[in-house]
């Protein structure tokens, strides 16, 4: 029952990506063509507003929830690890027409078929555990 707040909000949230049309297969297929600025818009906005955030965060020295110090550890900038990673991440998204946090929107909006890419997503992080030692990191 104490987790009921982050349903609801999820539930919003996936209410409002749905209005917005971010989940519409059709509008990641015009995003991957070049042919509407939509996407790229929601994208763009969203990247502003964590910067605005995140600088806010540290100037303020906001605290969480649980009154901890909001820490960000330095990021290793390695191009090639990103380009790969992004790489795999934008052929994913383009051929399923989903990324990570939508498909479980889709799903709620029926379209059943999302499951094998949930399933298949699943099945791939568990597979990145168990070689994760393997690749260069």
């Given at each position: 029952m104490k987790y009921i707040k982050f349903l609801l909000v999820g539930v919003i949230f996936g209410i409002v990506l749905s209005k917005a049309e971010i989940v519409s297969w059709y509008r990641i297929y015009e995003m991957f063509k070049f042919q509407s600025f939509h996407m790229y818009g929601v994208i763009g906005s969203a990247v502003v507003l964590g910067i605005i955030t995140k600088l806010i965060i540290k100037k303020v020295k906001l605290q969480s929830?649980?009154?901890?110090?909001?820490?960000?550890?330095?990021?290793?900038?390695?191009?090639?690890?990103?380009?790969i990673g992004g790489t795999l991440f934008g052929l994913g998204w383009a051929m399923t027409g989903a990324c990570p946090g939508p498909m479980f929107i889709v799903i709620g909006q029926g379209v059943w078929?999302?499951?094998?890419?949930?399933?298949?997503?699943?099945?791939?992080?568990?597979?990145?555990?168990?070689?994760?030692?393997?690749?260069?990191?």
């Open positions: 929830i649980e009154g901890d110090e909001i820490i960000t550890n330095p990021k290793d900038m390695s191009i090639p690890r990103y380009l078929a999302m499951g094998i890419v949930i399933l298949s997503a699943t099945f791939g992080t568990f597979v990145y555990g168990l070689i994760r030692h393997k690749l260069p990191h």
